[in-house]
């Protein structure tokens, strides 16, 4: 059984590719928040330099699985080396390897549900929408338009299946959308503290 984590100041900050996230995370860090790197990204960087095949485009069930693996060992650093204070952005969370897993219509295994529904972060999930004027590919990020598109609609559907709430990043620039993201978690204390009461109130009557 794993024992469940409650961290609502673990903030995650996700969407399809190309959709400003990395920009955004980079403003975060410059007003001294810090930032959880994503998986994804070093993951393929060092399976390229490697000639690995944990790739997207060559094995996809085993970069899934050594994506989830290490955004797991990640959330665990974090959660027991940083301040339970101060709110810490996640570049993606574990469950986007779920999302990612029904895209490619990949098993998500029993292991994989049950640390989506033990390990939380902050219900509010920050969720940036496509935006085709920005959008751009390269040697990390291979996927046209229309698979961005349906990755952030399945992305918005996983968040959702596991309780979370997402909260879409407005259109505008870099530091407007630090401002709303850093302005929401601001206002909405209180209410984050209501509802993982009530969420563990109720995972424990279920069982």
């Given at each position: 059984?794993?024992?469940?984590?409650?961290?609502?100041?673990?903030?995650?900050i996700?969407?399809g590719?190309?959709?400003?996230k990395?920009?955004?995370?980079?403003?975060?860090?410059?007003?001294?928040?810090?930032i959880?790197?994503e998986?994804?990204?070093?993951?393929?960087?060092?399976?390229q330099?490697d000639?690995?095949?944990?790739l997207?485009?060559?094995?996809?069930n085993f970069?899934k699985e050594?994506?989830?693996?290490r955004?797991?060992i990640?959330?665990?650093e974090?959660?027991?080396?940083?301040?339970?204070?101060?709110?810490?952005?996640?570049?993606?969370?574990?469950?986007?390897?779920?999302?990612y897993?029904?895209?490619?219509?990949?098993?998500?295994?029993?292991?994989?549900?049950?640390y989506?529904?033990?390990?939380?972060?902050?219900?509010?999930?920050?969720?940036l929408?496509?935006?085709?004027?920005?959008?751009?590919?390269?040697?990390?990020r291979?996927?046209?338009?229309k698979e961005a598109?349906?990755?952030?609609?399945?992305?918005?559907?996983t968040?959702?299946?596991?309780?979370?709430?997402?909260?879409?990043?407005?259109k505008?620039?870099?530091c407007?959308?630090?401002d709303?993201v850093?302005?929401?978690?601001?206002?909405n204390k209180?209410?984050?503290?209501?509802f993982?009461?009530?969420?563990?109130?109720?995972?424990y009557?279920?069982?």
């Open positions: 059984m794993i024992k469940l984590k409650e961290n609502n100041n673990f903030y995650v996700t969407g590719p190309g959709v400003g990395t920009t955004l995370l980079a403003e975060l860090k410059s007003r001294n928040y810090e959880v790197p998986i994804a990204r070093e993951l393929i960087r060092e399976q330099k000639n690995g095949k944990a997207p485009w060559e094995n996809k970069y050594m994506m989830f693996d955004s797991i990640s959330f665990e974090i959660d027991k080396n940083t301040n339970k204070e101060k709110p810490i952005f996640f570049d993606r969370g574990f469950l986007d390897t779920i999302c897993a029904e895209l490619i219509e990949s098993e998500i295994t029993e292991r994989m549900k049950s989506a529904e033990s390990w939380r972060y902050n219900k509010s999930i920050f969720m929408p496509p935006w085709q004027e920005i959008y751009e590919t390269d040697n990390e291979k996927q046209d338009w598109i349906l990755t952030f609609e399945q992305m918005c559907k968040y959702k299946s596991y309780g979370y709430d997402i909260v879409e990043i407005p505008k620039s870099v407007e959308r630090a709303f850093l302005e929401f978690i601001e206002k209180n209410s984050f503290k209501l993982w009461f009530e969420f563990f109130q109720g995972h009557h279920e069982r």
